[in-house]
């Protein structure tokens, strides 16, 4: 069974880091992994991704600059170091996983994923 955790949400002051972890089990390939957040009353949206048949993340632009997402394929964890926070970061994030490349969407759209962590707070206070 596919199994996705998302931890290290918190509270903290604009300006300030977090880092989230994703552990994942139940598999031994993925097609891309990927970190969404949504905000109260707004739409998921693509933060970042990671192929595994391409070298690097790809982020959204809001967050280029101040986000890192990074991959532990022995661990099985994918990470997303938090950096200089807004508060329009405030949402809950998710992290997901996609088992194939689906010419027909883009690494960040959520369509395309089928699994889906439980997602972890993330509030970011003026």
């Known amino acids: 069974e596919v199994q996705l955790q998302a931890s290290g949400g918190g509270l903290v002051q604009a300006g300030r880091s977090l880092r989230l972890s994703c552990a994942a089990s139940?598999?031994?390939?993925?097609?891309?992994v990927a970190w969404f957040r949504q905000a109260p009353g707004k739409e998921r949206e693509g933060v970042s991704c990671i192929r595994s048949y391409s070298n690097g993340p790809t982020y959204a632009e809001s967050v280029k600059g101040r986000f890192t997402s990074s991959r532990d394929n022995a661990k099985n964890t994918m990470y997303l170091q938090m950096n200089s926070l807004k508060p329009e970061d405030t949402a809950v994030y998710y992290c997901?996983?996609?088992?194939?490349?689906?010419?027909?969407?883009?690494?960040?759209?959520?369509?395309?994923?089928?699994?889906w962590g439980q997602g972890t707070q993330v509030t970011v206070s003026s």
């Open positions: 139940g598999f031994t390939s993925y097609g891309s």
């Open positions: 997901a996983i996609r088992f194939t490349r689906p010419l027909a969407y883009m690494c960040l759209d959520p369509s395309s994923y089928n699994f």
